[in-house]
């Protein structure tokens, strides 16, 4: 195959999908391999690469995204008033379930100078568009042009990066993980069927045994 026109081969991994109408493991879901964002100076050049006037939107749905654990499908989804609380109140596309996740000081500042740099109002989507339906309606960017957005960014900072649509999902439960060490409490965060789905979605894996095998010095 020549390089002309040679699309990406993406790794693929398997997770566990959990059925909420029977509590149970329904099926085994396949997404694209990626990882979290394990290096906190990276995440701040990557803000520093989006806060701009021409890419604040990409700012704030990655501020979002990395604080808040929904899947971008589900942060497309915000309007401003699911914000305005001190809480993202949504309910999850895939699973049905309703989410609530307490908005922090930092993400806090973030989207108040955003709404207020773009005079946003309560129905408007948080992460607009331009462009307005038949009816005039604002629209909300789709999940393909916001993830070649940051894939661009965060490909630009740190290249060596696998990125995927779960990459600021995964972000937010490795430090979440990393902040309480209640692996429990990030896999209800995230609505995980098991521990080990958990571990094996924010690459923890590897690491926790990495760690364990160091610190036992027998």
């Known amino acids: 195959?020549?390089?002309?026109?040679?699309?990406?081969?993406?790794?693929?991994?398997?997770?566990?999908?959990?059925?909420?109408?029977?509590?149970?493991?329904?099926?085994?879901?396949?997404?694209?391999?990626?990882?979290?964002?394990?290096?906190?100076?990276?995440?701040?050049?990557?803000?520093?690469?989006?806060?701009?006037?021409?890419?604040?939107?990409?700012?704030a749905l990655f501020c979002t995204g990395i604080n808040v654990g929904l899947r971008i499908s589900d942060l497309l989804q915000l309007k401003v008033i699911d914000v305005k609380s001190g809480y993202v109140r949504t309910k999850e596309t895939k699973t049905?379930?309703?989410?609530?996740?307490?908005?922090?000081?930092?993400?806090?500042?973030?989207?108040?100078?955003?709404?207020?740099?773009?005079?946003?109002?309560?129905?408007?989507?948080?992460?607009?568009?331009?462009?307005?339906?038949?009816?005039?309606n604002s629209q909300h960017i789709d999940q393909s042009q916001a993830y070649r957005k940051l894939r661009e960014t965060i490909k630009k900072v740190a290249p060596e990066l696998h990125i995927s649509t779960h990459t600021l999902r995964k972000t937010f439960g490795f430090w979440l993980y990393k902040q309480t060490k209640d692996i429990v409490l990030v896999m209800h965060a995230l609505n995980h069927s098991s521990i080990a789905v958990t571990m094996r979605y924010i690459g923890l894996t590897q690491e926790s045994v990495d760690l364990a095998v160091n610190e036992l010095n027998l």
């Not at 059925?19 to 100076?41: C, F, H, M, Q």
């Open 96 to 136: 049905g379930k309703y989410k609530q996740f307490p908005i922090n000081d930092s993400l806090k500042a973030v989207l108040d100078n955003y709404i207020k740099e773009f005079q946003l109002k309560d129905d408007d989507y948080l992460f607009f568009t331009n462009k307005a339906d038949k009816t005039k």
């Open 1 to 59: 195959m020549g390089q002309k026109g040679k699309k990406e081969m993406k790794k693929k991994e398997t997770f566990e999908r959990f059925n909420e109408k029977t509590n149970k493991i329904s099926e085994i879901k396949t997404a694209t391999a990626s990882e979290p964002i394990k290096d906190r100076a990276i995440i701040e050049e990557i803000k520093t690469e989006l806060n701009t006037k021409k890419t604040r939107k990409y700012y």
